[in-house]
C-alpha cells in the first residue's frame, strides 16, 4: 500500500523556520517524483515544489516560495524535505505532499506562521 506521511509542521513566528518532511512507503521512493501542495482556508491548494525521480533529481519551485524553500531527499530514508525559510503568515496552510503517478496524497500537516 503507497502512504505518504507528513511531519514538521507547527507554529511558528514570521521570518522563522520549518522543516517538513514526506515519509514514502510501499514503493520505490526513488523511481518518482515527489511534489509538495499546500492550501490555506478559502483558497485553492497551490503546488509548491517538486522534486524529480532519481534519473534525474532536479527541483522546480513556484514563485511564491522561490529562494525561500528548498525540497531535497534521503533514498535512505524514502524521506522527501522541505526547508522552508523567512516564513510570511501568507504562507500558513496545511502542507500536503503528493505523487502524482497514481495520485496519492498524504494527510497534511498544519503550518502556521504568527505576525
Known amino acids: 500500500e503507497v502512504q505518504l506521511v507528513e511531519s514538521g509542521g507547527g507554529l511558528v513566528q514570521a521570518g522563522g523556520s520549518l522543516r517538513l518532511s514526506c515519509t514514502a512507503s510501499g514503493f520505490t521512493f526513488d523511481d518518482y517524483a515527489i511534489n509538495w501542495f499546500r492550501q490555506a482556508p478559502g483558497k485553492e491548494r497551490e503546488g509548491l515544489s517538486c522534486?524529480?525521480?532519481?534519473?534525474?533529481?532536479?527541483?522546480y519551485y513556484a514563485d511564491s516560495v522561490k529562494g525561500r524553500f528548498t525540497i531535497s531527499s534521503d533514498n535512505a530514508k524514502n524521506t522527501v524535505y522541505l526547508q522552508m525559510n523567512s516564513l510570511k503568515p501568507e504562507d500558513t496552510a496545511v502542507y500536503y505532499c503528493?505523487?502524482?503517478?497514481?495520485?496519492?496524497w498524504g494527510q497534511g500537516t498544519q503550518v502556521t506562521v504568527s505576525s
Open positions: 522534486i524529480n525521480s532519481s534519473d534525474d533529481r532536479s527541483t
Open positions: 503528493y505523487r502524482h503517478s497514481g495520485e496519492y
